[in-house]
């Protein structure tokens, strides 16, 4: 199961070195690929842990809410973006309250009604070029966005 891969958040060495907190971009950047790897494994019939769903659930949007909270308002693209990004977060948390009370076909359907909100802030954090540098320490980097 591959959807389940990001919901630990990464470092990033975007937010300070040796800092112990995602930066709001890789935690927006995390929350995104979570959510569409989920959907895809879904899409195509995979087998998906509900028991891992429901471990994982929780720390990807603490993550997402920190994301939510961080990201800058600067530009106008910026105060869209982080817009739309809230209201993805606000859905998110519907689809896990979902998931709490065991109602797997009312999760599944309020995260495909997230995709016009993923897809959107897919968009605009294209045209706010919004990077997640993560660094393993070693001098080895990745950098997910623009």
Excluded: Y
């Excluded at 891969?5 to 975007?14: K, R, S, T």
């Excluded at 720390?59 to 693209?77: F, I, N, Q, Y």
């Amino acid at each position: 199961m591959v959807g389940l891969l990001v919901v630990a958040p990464v470092q990033a060495a975007a937010t300070a070195p040796r800092s112990d907190r995602t930066s709001p971009a890789c935690g927006l950047h995390a929350t995104l690929l979570t959510v569409s790897l989920l959907e895809q494994d879904h899409e195509q019939h995979r087998t998906i842990s509900v028991a891992k769903l429901r471990s994982g659930w929780p720390k990807m949007l603490v993550t997402a809410r920190s994301a939510a909270h961080g990201l800058g308002r600067e530009t106008p693209v910026m105060r869209r973006l982080s817009t739309r990004f809230t209201t993805l977060v606000g859905e998110l948390e519907q689809a896990g309250d979902a998931l709490r009370a065991g109602e797997m076909n009312r999760f599944w359907a309020t995260l495909a009604r997230t995709k016009p909100d993923t897809l959107a802030v897919s968009s605009l954090v294209k045209r706010a070029k919004l990077a997640c540098t993560v660094s393993d320490g070693h001098g080895g980097t990745l950098t997910i966005g623009p």
